[in-house]
């Protein structure tokens, strides 16, 4: 079914040229609002340009051989290093893209030159990047697998979905006038580097899995990239590549129909095949989460196979009778599970050695999820302590204390205090290579202080602050900040004339 579906999609984008050349007989407003909103062709650049900077991006040689190397490089180093910042990095700077869009485009025009030179330069850099990975793998110090490696090892629906759409906008942006941030942004998604140094790895380190995972990645995301150009390039108004007679034109149409077709089929089966494994382990994880992990009984380990469509299970704590295991059975259909076979062990005897190994994987994840959170939580004190630290080191500078603590010390011998304010005022000293600082206080009270009080609280801020000179400053009040109004002058009465 879902190979259908793709057959379907990709026949139903091979057919966009002729409903966009369809001409409409009927005046129907909406349909020419919806034409002009999603055509393609008014903003395309030239087909010479196009055409050029598809061979510039193909060729292996000067500037793109060096970039392809140091891209090795940099994304070997991110992927042992496991820093995605890094992996980023490879995947802005590498110029796997060039061959790649070569032969999609070449197809799509008919031009089997160029297509032959993009499966002749994509080989050469695919090899160069493996093996260039794996003598960086075989001599670096770190040989551990870090989780951005792991995760290039086994293709998801994602990933196919990620190529054929990244592809598509990868081509449209490729041959606009204006040449945007949608390339960069397609060699992020669609990641064809790190795949390739994945692939050094499990050949460094006979790992073979990773090896074959890896290569498995990098070919879907090719195959679609190519699939989605190809498309793309088929709805544009691109002039075909011409040829001597209409014979060998007739045959290299076929041949480029026949190679897209035996393009896309493998592609599609291969999506397919990933739908399946993908939808079959998730029904899988939310069976035995739902349907197995009854009171009292616990999972211990779990072994998903979506080839072989079986799930085998083992339990620890009360045990199932054959009741209960026939009415979990029942239960596989309700998760679209037909057809699988369900295999539960129960007790420690039934523990065999894959689950050993399953069984200590899951003890090292969760030792270091937890140490990670204890090393978090750590980072946060530590933010705390060094925030007390640097306000401990101002209050020794100023030899007073927080200006809420002083307030709330000042206020219980002089009430009218209100507001406070502390701040050094620093004075470069002539004689001395230290300057000297005095610490500025600053006041508001309720009603003006009298001299003597004032004074007696300069005096008890200078011994309240040690070493340190003090300068108190008072700031007036409100009703001192407001001149009250001038009086109106009294008129004097006029006299009588007598």
């Known amino acids: 079914m879902l190979g259908r579906c793709f057959t379907l999609l990709a026949l139903g984008l091979l057919r966009a040229p002729l409903l966009l050349t369809f001409k409409f007989r009927m005046d129907l407003p909406f349909l020419r609002w919806l034409r002009a909103r999603f055509d393609l062709a008014h903003d395309m ?18 500037t793109n051989l060096w970039v392809l190397f140091f891209a090795i490089l940099v994304a070997s180093v991110g992927l042992n290093v496991n820093s995605t910042a890094v992996i980023i990095g490879a ?32 080989g050469i850099a695919a090899g160069l990047s493996v093996l260039v990975s794996a003598l960086y793998f075989r001599f670096t110090p770190l040989t551990d697998a870090g989780s951005e490696l792991l995760a290039r090892t086994t293709p998801t629906t994602w990933d196919v979905a990620i190529a054929l759409f990244g592809g598509a906008a990868g081509a449209i942006g490729l041959t ?6 949608v390339v960069p942004g397609v060699s992020i998604a669609t990641a064809l580097m790190p795949p390739l140094c994945t692939a050094g790895y499990g050949l460094a380190t006979a790992h073979w899995a990773f090896l074959a995972g890896a290569l498995y990645l990098f070919c879907i995301n090719a195959a679609f990239i190519s699939l ?24 290299a149409k076929f041949l480029f129909w026949a190679v897209a077709f ?5 592609s599609v089966w291969l999506g397919a095949r990933i739908v399946r494994r993908t939808t079959f382990e998730h029904n899988a994880q939310q069976f035995v989460d739902e349907q197995l ?34 009415t979990v059975r029942a239960h596989l259909a309700d998760y679209r599970l037909p057809r699988t076979q369900l295999t539960v062990r129960q007790g420690l005897a039934q523990l ?13 994840d969760d030792m270091r999820s937890r140490n990670e959170q204890t090393l978090a939580s750590y980072d946060t004190r530590l933010a705390q302590l060094q925030q007390l630290l640097t306000q401990q080191a101002a ?84 009703e001192e900040a407001v001149p009250a109004p001038p009086e109106p002058r009294k008129r004097r009465p006029a006299r009588r004339r007598r």
């Open 45 to 62: 650049a030239d087909p010479a340009e196009i055409v050029v900077d598809v061979e510039a991006g193909i060729a292996f040689k000067g």
């Open 91 to 122: 995947m802005l700077i590498s110029p796997l893209m060039g061959p790649i869009v070569g032969i999609g485009f070449g197809a799509a025009i008919s031009d089997v030159a160029l297509v032959r030179r993009g499966l002749k330069n994509l």
């Open 176 to 181: 606009r006038r204006e040449v945007g941030n």
């Open 228 to 251: 989605a150009m190809f498309l793309v390039a088929r709805i544009l108004p691109l002039p075909q590549h011409e040829f001597e007679n209409r014979r060998q034109a007739r045959r």
């Open 262 to 266: 035996l393009t896309a089929i493998p």
């Open 293 to 326: 992990n009854l009171p009292g009984a616990y999972v211990v380990t779990r072994r998903i196979e979506p080839e072989t469509r079986t799930i085998n299970v083992l339990l620890m704590g009360r045990l199932l009778t054959p009741t209960q295991l026939r």
């Open 352 to 364: 065999d050695s894959t689950d050993a190994h399953a069984l200590r994987t899951s003890l090292l």
């Open 395 to 478: 209050d020794q500078q100023t030899g007073l204390p927080a200006p809420e603590t002083l307030l709330r010390e000042m206020q219980t011998e002089h009430p009218t205090v209100r507001q406070l304010g502390l701040s050094r005022l620093v004075q470069p000293a002539a004689d001395s290579l230290r300057a000297d600082t005095t610490v500025v206080v600053s006041i508001r009270t309720t009603r003006p202080l009298p001299a003597a009080e004032t004074q007696r609280l300069t005096q008890w801020l200078r011994v309240r602050a040690g070493r340190q000179p003090v300068q108190l400053l008072l700031t007036p009040t409100p």
